[in-house]
């Protein structure tokens, strides 16, 4: 098979949203009117404002990052000992029980949804367990209706690391309030669909559990003479929400690209043996990634990205490696036994994906795909 020209400049799996520069321009000269930039002010309330309404459900307060909300709800939980969390997502999951002093116990995953796995999540339940901590993975939610099944059995607190859950048109979490466990983290981190440059969200039905986290993001400060909780910087600056209000406005037409684009990429590879598509193609526009299984396809997910890199397809192995292999985690005996985690890891590629793409970029990333496996066929049989 004859190699598909590579591209000249590298297509990375994410390109940040911007807006007019013109627009934005005006937003800092409103700032430079009144000298508010920070300390929630008209802009941060208006981007809370925004997006409360987009996501429909629960109460919705800005942070500056996603890892900082995380930090902040946990800690909003008054969670001790052990905390029982996927391996399969991002550091910052895990880390932000580790920097609470918490102990994180790893479950697997389901070998379908790749999100934590109620039945090794009851597995792993010691009495020293106070809470788990699910990620909506690639933007597919976690069974939360079983996992808080077990948490109501157990007493557990539960949270959800929402960080890809932003990339689908409302209703943002389709099961409502019942959906968000005690409290539901989002990440606006430029290499989300959405973003405010940095930025994230805590939400949660709970009115008091609220405003602790209110208080949290601002150093537990609730007045001028009462700090009643231990807290944090959270607070999102005035730069970063005026960019978030211009990006949530292109939100609804990147999501149309991106699911254009996704049609073509099932369409170009939906018949591989050995090759499907685990994201992108649903409701969650997040991300767009492939598992390879090499005993049917012939090619590793390893070798697929080693032969797509030189030819400027720069894919990610999310989420390689796995969180329980991570040094500071790996001793921990709940790190040796999650073989669906461990498979997931070895197989899944996120794919170039974002409006920044033509259809014909990705019919070219495609026949690359293609072409790419024909030469490790050769390689076998040779
Ligand atoms: C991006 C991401 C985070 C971190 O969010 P930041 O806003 O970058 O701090 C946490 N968890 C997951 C699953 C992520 O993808």
Request: net charge negative; glycine share 8%; hydrophobic share 40%.
């Amino acid at each position: 098979m004859k190699a598909p020209v590579p591209f000249s400049k590298p297509l990375y799996v994410s390109r940040p949203m911007l807006p007019p520069v013109e627009d934005f321009i005006a937003d800092v000269r409103s700032m430079w009117e009144t000298h508010v930039l920070t300390n929630m002010g008209p802009y941060h309330q208006s981007l809370e404002f925004a997006l409360q309404a987009r996501v429909g459900t629960g109460r919705l307060s800005v942070w500056n990052n996603g890892t900082n909300a995380l930090v902040g709800g946990l800690a909003a939980l008054d969670l001790t000992d052990e905390v029982i969390v996927t391996p399969f997502t991002f550091p910052a999951t895990v880390h932000a029980i580790a920097a609470l002093g918490l102990t994180p116990v790893f479950a697997d995953i389901d070998p379908m949804t790749l999100t934590i796995s109620p039945e090794s999540i009851r597995e792993r339940i010691t009495p020293q367990t106070s809470g788990i901590l699910g990620t909506h993975i690639y933007g597919t939610s976690c069974d939360t209706s079983a996992i808080a099944t077990v948490a109501n059995e157990h007493g557990l607190r539960v949270m959800y690391d929402g960080a890809h859950s932003f990339g689908r048109k409302a209703p943002v979490f389709p099961g409502g309030e019942s959906a968000l466990g005690d409290v539901t983290m989002l990440s606006f981190h430029a290499t989300k669909l959405f973003h405010a440059v940095e930025g994230g969200a805590l939400i949660t039905a709970d009115p008091e559990l609220d405003e602790r986290i209110r208080y949290s993001r601002n150093f537990g400060i609730r007045s001028e003479d009462s700090v009643p909780t231990t807290g944090l910087n959270g607070k999102m600056s005035e730069l970063h929400a005026a960019m978030g209000i211009r990006v949530l406005d292109m939100l609804d037409d990147e999501i149309d690209r991106r699911h254009e684009l996704g049609r073509i990429y099932d369409e170009m590879l939906k018949d591989i043996p050995g090759i499907s598509i685990v994201a992108g193609l649903g409701d969650s526009a997040q991300y767009l990634v492939l598992r390879i299984s090499k005993d049917e396809a012939g090619i590793s997910r390893d070798e697929l990205h080693d032969l797509l890199r030189p030819r400027n397809i720069i894919c990610r192995k999310y989420f390689h490696p796995l969180c329980s292999d991570i040094p500071a985690y790996s001793s921990h005996p709940s790190a040796r036994d999650l073989p669906h985690a461990e498979l997931a890891a070895q197989e899944c590629l996120a794919m170039p994906y974002h409006g920044g793409l033509t259809p014909s970029d990705v019919r070219r990333i495609c026949e690359t795909v293609l072409w790419a496996r024909s030469e490790a066929l050769e390689a076998i049989t040779a």
